[in-house]
């Protein structure tokens, strides 16, 4: 029975060496293989006895003249005694002799000696006409057994036939039909054609009970391999039947009664067994020798002589598979070789197996080979990790190797009967690499154990142990767990996982609980932090909590580092602090390149927070509550530095620009500080993020009050970015403001700028002036920056312009050049769209400046036309008829260049006079005056006490078409209380627009006028801007005229109770 040690137990590989005496013999029996050769070599064999002769000597270590008497010992014994082994396997396609067209075949064969036969091949020769009874003695024939009524016989039979000499002696076979005498009666009852009928008559002329001749086979033994299985053609003895079928049969060129000791005293398969073991271990060996690894091949010298040493052995297929098997399942346990040569034996005996064909000697040796294996082989997967090291790139394969030859002879029908109380192949494993990894851990323990004792010492010695454990699951879980699951349903990976976390757990727990007796130093801080992130990858293998069948032991183990947290919060303030403070100093405060426009402490600065993040999701802290009060201490970490960044980089500033007199690089360092901070405040942005605030509001509801953490964290944040906006203003304000002075002189120039300079001329300088500094602090400053440098110079240079503006009210030319540059400047900071929207641009500042350099700007008499355009409006707009109104029709006649004008009446006037009445009437002037000097005001007759007078007068004004269609152009209807004494009194103005008269816009004379109703209405009583600013021009005598009639209606307006709409 197959005995099984414990999977962990320590065996000692079989020695494949022999001793000397029974190498001496061994070598003998090889060399007596090659001298006695028989038969063609086959195709991939050694040819000459030479080349294996010297091949024999180098396998077994024969120094020349041991090998020369050896040689000569051996020609000098007795030759074996030569034989044949037929086999008849079977024939197809013979000839019918009997009546019922069947034959009952059987065969003649023997050797014949000393006569060789003609050609070179059976297919070539003559056919020979004598037969094996006539050329062979009786006593040296043999024959087979009839098979009965067949033309496709089959015998299987073996016979050993001896010779002498291979080289004069040939094969030959006779077929027979086997003929019984039968009556006339029984040979007609089986008549089924012709044919029958006419082998009747051919047998009645034959003599009582002659067989018939069916071909025979003739082979030259010299033309014979070793082994030869063949289908051989049935030759005749005359041309009649040229085809007669064909003959199966198989060759062996034996030995019997061999010389050599080996062969006299042992088993056939034992000195086999032997000589493979020899020379498969030297061919292990010598590719050793040149670096390389045995594949399995056997050198074409070496399986030379073991096939001809089988087949002259005349070892069974069988007994050369297990002689295979016991050499190689013992070689591998001693040299390195390829498991998959093991494969080839296994598949043979479980082919051929038999257990009864084996004696109860070598029953034992094949289960003793078993047991050995399979010990060995656990051996190796105990020791897997050292055996078959990931280094090595073929490890994989050769583990792959190994298990698939352990499943396949556990597999064996021989096994199963040999190794009945053998454990199942996986439990086995398993249990093996149970021990196996409890034995590594041990192992690597060992290899960590510090040189110096003490506390910090023994940390790192746990980490580099955990950290080899990670790295051993890793290779578990990416290699080996796929070979150990696809081959034996062994999950190696989960096993591993729950023997080590035990271990682990126990060690660091009692790591953490001596190091909580006493304060943690930064240096101890340090070390448990690694420990702990070690542990969480550790963890992050194993399965989840749904996937677990219990409680693992490491489980809650953060709790073991809870004394550590304030010393890793101040440990991860300090180096960041220590970083800032260390990247601000080294800084030059110059931008790292034309697209990246802040400068090296930024870069740091933002790397240094990515660093803290990275901490936080390092710790990622399970408790809940705890979770949120660490992330809290990291925003407020990280806001403190941010805030003590700012003061180290404008400090930095400061001290680079004392010594600097150019202001153009204060400047600049100026503009890189701005950058910088925007750059801080974009980093700062993205901590709910990095700190995934998101996922710990999730995690934190449960235990916090709700809107704690919007109230804490995000509190924080905004006060920390709400700083960082202070000072980048701040900065930028700090720009803006040495670009102001440098604005509101060129703009207070523009004024002064002789009359004859053409306002685009005068401009120039400011323009150039902006364009050299907007440009460099584009190219200075990052885009937010720059957009903000740009409102606050845009708010100021409307204001500069404001003020300018209302010290040239009175100058024309001065507000021209005006209006003119706030175009230009619009244009500029505009600049295409990469500087202010147009949202940003056209404030209320800037369009009342617009609208009252448009106002500035123009001449006195573009001023009264706009004044018109303006009460032409107003006109348009007024519905109510408080004061009164008047109809009127009018019309122009082309032809006549003449503007007729019917007044028809006036309805609702105000009463003006004491007795509750008016005196109306109207006056009609063409306005702007300007326009048409030459036309006088015309009135209507006056009306005694009407308040709705029919007027019925019509007016003509001789006037070209052109000025009538002009803006402001209108027919100003002023409606008057006559007084007799005083100063007529105003009812009210109506404004009728020149362009909208029927015949002023087309060649057409009109037809039918319509009436036109207009509205009284009055002067603004608060002042008019454009008469306010007529009146500024005291020098312009055409527009004080106008002004001092306006200002007087509007008085006349301003005397009369009440109001309309009062």
Known sequence: MCSLGHPGSQLEPPS??????????????ALYTVLHRLGQPEPSHVREASELLQYLQEAFHMEPEEHQQMLQQVQKLEKPVFCLKATVKQAKGILGKDVSGFSDPYCLLGIEQGVGVQGGSPGSRHRQKAVVKHTIPEEQTHRTQVIAQTLNPVWEETFILEFEDISNSSFHLDMWDMDTVESVRQKLGELTDLHGLRRIFKE???DKGQDDFLGNVVVRLQDLRCREDQWYPLEPCTETYPDRGQCHLQFQLIHKRRAPAASRSQPSYTVHLHLLQQLVSHEVTRHQAGSTSWDGSLSPQAATILFLHATQKDLSDFHQSLAQWLAYSRLYQSLEFPSSCLLHPITSIEYQWIQGRLKGEQLEELTASFSKLLAYGLSLLRKFRSVFPLSVPDSPARLQSLLRVL????????????????????????????????????????????????????????????QDIIGDLHQCQHTWNKIFQNTLKVDLFSMAFLELQWLVAKRVQDHTAVVAGSPVSPEMGESLFQLYVSLKELCQLGPGPAERDGVLALDGFHRWFRPAIPSWLQKTYSVALARVQRAVQMDELVPLSELTKHSTSAVDLSTCFAQISHTARQLDWPDPEEAFMITVKFVEDTCRLALVYCSLIKARARELSAGQKDQGQAANMLCVVVNDMEQLRLVIGKLPTQLAWEALEQRVGAVLEQGQLQNTLHAQLQGALAGLGHEIRTGVRTLAEQLEVGIAKHIQKLVGVKESVLPEDAILPLMKFLEVKLCYLNTNLVQENFSSLLTLLWTHTLTVLMEVAASQRSCPLASSRLKIALQNLEICFYAEGCGLPPAALHTDTFQALQRDLELQAASSRELIQKYFCSRIQQQAETASEELGAVTVKASYRTSEQKLRVELLSASSLLPLDSNGSSDPFVQLTLEPRHEFPELAPRETQKHKKDLHPLFDETFEFLVPAEPCQRDGACLLLTVLDHDTLGADDLEGEAFLPLRSVPGLTGTEEPGEVPQTRLPLTYPALNGDPILQLLESRKGDREAQVFVRLRRQRAKQASQHAPRPGQ
Do not use: N
């Open 407 to 466: 499943v396949q002879m556990c597999k064996m029908k021989a096994f199963r009967e040999l190794c009945p109380d053998s454990a199942p192949l996986p439990r086995l494993v398993t249990e093996t690499l149970r021990t196996g990894t409890v034995e590594w851990f041990h192992l690597k323990q060992q290899h960590h154990q510090p040189m110096v004792q003490g506390m910090l010492e023994a940390g790192k010695a746990l980490l580099s142990l955990v």
């Open 16 to 29: 494949h060496h022999l001793s000397p005496e029974e190498r001496a013999l061994l070598y003998e029996e």
């Open 204 to 206: 009645a002329r034959k």
